[in-house]
């Protein structure tokens, strides 16, 4: 049975098992996306600790998501260029590192935005 002869359900059903497949993937094998999880979930912590607002648990998810995502879209970008290119080429490098720099820029802001909500609570308990 072909991809198109299956029912819609089962195709959303089998959507769902393939990136779930491939959220575990990312996490098992890509260093980098464990350490974005584990300070993703230390983000989420101390929000709850601090008792941050509705628009600032907005931000920061935003910011905690969008750091997932672009490092599993440079995970997936590097494993396509090792299999379209597994000899050195000056493009295929070119690719790795503009979705590394890329990967760079929103951490460098990532972290820009959790310490603009999380500095007022620590000057607070600080003084
Ligand atoms: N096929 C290639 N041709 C040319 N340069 C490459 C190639 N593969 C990698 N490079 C260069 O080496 C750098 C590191 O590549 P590598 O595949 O080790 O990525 P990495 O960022 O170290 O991956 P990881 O996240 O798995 O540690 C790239 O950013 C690129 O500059």
Redesign the pocket.
């Known amino acids: 049975m072909g991809y198109r002869d299956k029912s819609v359900l089962k195709r959303w059903k089998d959507g769902f098992i393939f990136a779930g497949k491939g959220i575990r993937l990312a996490f098992r094998e ?1 260093r ?1 996306m464990r350490f974005h999880v584990f300070f993703g979930l230390a983000a989420v912590l101390l929000g709850v600790v601090c008792g941050i607002a509705l628009w600032q648990w907005t931000v920061l998810l935003l910011a905690i998501a969008g750091m997932l995502v672009l490092e599993m879209v440079n995970s997936a970008l ?1 494993r396509l ?1 090792n299999l379209v ?1 597994p ?4 493009t ?2 070119d690719v ?2 503009i979705a ?1 720099g890329a990967v760079l820029i929103y951490a460098v802001f990532a972290v820009i935005i959790g310490v603009m909500i999380f500095m007022p609570f620590l000057w607070e308990w600080l003084s």
């Open positions: 890509e980098h590097e260029v290119s000899e050195w080429n000056k295929a490098g790795k590192d590394a």
